[in-house]
């Protein structure tokens, strides 16, 4: 996921993975009403950027992202999961 993030905010592959900064802005673009959560009904934004690249190839499908990076089960990534979650995808790449 953090590939089609990292072109939200303007990077491109040849300038290497996204920094902490560069995911707490990705952040804050999908936090569209600004409660400082990603929820459900603001992942079909990045749903719909994730399907759209992968006819590049640049991304796999993002179903259930937002279960897989909710730690505390509430049903909403924070900023702090985000963070977590998008670092370990970055590590494992």
């Known amino acids: ?3 089609v993030l990292a072109a939200m905010v303007g990077a491109t592959a040849g300038q ?3 920094d902490r900064t560069d ?3 990705m952040f804050q673009l999908m936090d569209r009403n600004g409660d400082g959560y990603i929820t459900a009904n603001e992942a079909p934004r990045i749903t719909h950027v ?3 690249s992968l006819q590049s190839g640049a991304s796999r499908p993002g179903a259930g992202w937002i279960e897989g990076y909710d730690r505390d089960g509430d049903g909403r990534v924070s900023q702090n999961e985000f963070v977590s979650g998008a670092e370990g995808e970055i590590a494992q790449n």
């Open 50 to 52: 994730r399907t759209a």
């Open 16 to 18: 290497g993975a996204p």
């Open 23 to 25: 995911l707490q802005t």
């Open 1 to 3: 996921m953090w590939i």
